[in-house]
């Protein structure tokens, strides 16, 4: 019977996008494939973008054919198990989870009066299928940030460790120097990474760190040295160096969705993070447009290639440049000031440092 309910309160899941979706003048509505299926049944293991990209041409677009239920806080969440249908409401092709009653029962929750917000139910994102695999983007999500490189080294640095050793391990005692810490507060340890440089202004705007490990501090000498106890260890050890300062965690949200970007310019790829070469499906690449720009988790940009060089033979060799042309997909799940973590969606062919970022086309 609760199981019963809860499906109930989530039939919206598929929904909330009419009611938020933003309006685009004179924007047609997006396209249903044609093998899009009449029912399908929600897997572990599927993602948000995934779904979506089994009903529409332009997956970004899903929030365009969301049925809402009124009566759910979270009505874009969809759970293994849940049965989605195709239905026409309206006049208008869209999705939504079966309670049990089909496509009637999908009517009725979009249809029915608005309640009063203390009677809305809200429904838990645990076990929720994700906008894009979690498991892709864990290590970005928990342990790496990017940080302005003066604010950096101005954090207090790891001078030794109580042993000296060589190798840290959980329990054991290091001692940093510079700005006294707090006695009983926890931070965490970071190893410097490399810098990132914009490919336009060749400006550094971003140094990416690694916490490696997370300690308490147990006193503060009177010379400044403060004491920190390893409480956890992250796989790498700590060095002399390291630089200490309060954990920062994590900063996505908890629940995010795939939307076009509302970006003020557009961007480039400046690193792909994990590889030395080229990114492909599933890639967590960084971009230069950070929460500066009004980027987002969730936002969804178009990679471009530009197009090759060639001669015209009718005009005496004169070199031309074909047009850029779309290359792939890309989804913004962490951004920093000037920088974003982006994870790879679709490509058609490698995606490359300097390929272009613009948000997706609606027509």
């Not at 609760?2 to 598929?14: A, E, K, M, P, Y």
């Not at 790891?158 to 700005?179: C, E, F, H, P, Q």
């Not at 970071?190 to 760190?209: A, C, H, S």
């Not at 200490?244 to 629940?255: I, S």
Request: proline share 8%; aromatic share 6%.
């Amino acid at each position: 019977m609760r199981q019963g309910f809860r499906r109930l309160l989530v039939s919206g899941v598929i929904g909330a996008l009419l009611s938020t979706a933003p309006a685009y003048a004179n924007n047609p509505a997006p396209t249903i494939k044609a093998d899009a299926p009449n029912r399908y049944v929600v897997k572990k293991g599927d993602t948000l973008w995934d779904i979506s990209g089994r009903y529409l041409d332009s997956p970004w677009r899903w929030k365009d054919i969301w049925a809402t239920n009124k009566q759910i806080k979270n009505p874009n969440l969809i759970y293994p198990g849940d049965i989605l249908i195709m239905c026409v409401i309206q006049g208008k092709t869209l999705i939504g989870v079966d309670t049990g009653e089909g496509c009637a029962g999908v009517e009725k929750q979009m249809t029915a009066p608005a309640v009063q917000a203390q009677t809305v139910t809200v429904t838990s994102t645990a076990n929720s299928v994700p906008p894009i695999p979690l498991s892709a983007i864990q290590h970005w999500l928990d342990k790496t940030i990017i940080v302005n490189p003066a604010d950096f080294n101005a954090t207090p640095y790891v001078i030794a460790s109580k042993n000296r050793n060589l190798i840290t391990t959980k329990g054991d005692k290091i001692y940093a120097k510079g700005v006294p810490l707090i006695v009983g507060q926890r931070y965490g340890i970071y190893q410097e990474g490399l810098p990132y440089v914009d490919p336009v202004t060749q400006q550094v705007i971003g140094l990416e760190v690694n916490q490696v490990a997370s300690g308490l501090v147990t006193a503060v000498a009177t010379n400044g040295v403060s004491s920190i106890q390893l409480t956890d260890t992250l796989g790498k050890e700590v060095r002399e160096g390291d630089r200490v300062f309060v954990e920062l965690g994590n900063v996505v949200p908890p629940v995010f969705y795939p939307q076009p970007a509302n970006v003020n310019r557009g961007g480039l790829i400046v690193r792909v993070l994990d590889s030395i070469s080229s990114a492909a499906k599933g890639s967590v690449i960084a971009v230069n447009l950070g929460s500066n720009n009004g980027a987002k988790p969730g936002d969804v940009l178009t990679v471009y290639q530009k197009g090759p060089m060639i001669r015209d033979i009718k005009d005496s060799d004169a070199p031309v440049r074909l047009p850029s042309e779309p290359a792939g997909m890309v989804m913004i799940f962490k951004t920093f000031d000037n920088i974003s973590y982006a994870y790879v969606l679709s490509s058609e062919v490698p995606l490359n440092t300097g390929d272009q970022l613009l948000p997706p086309p609606y027509l």
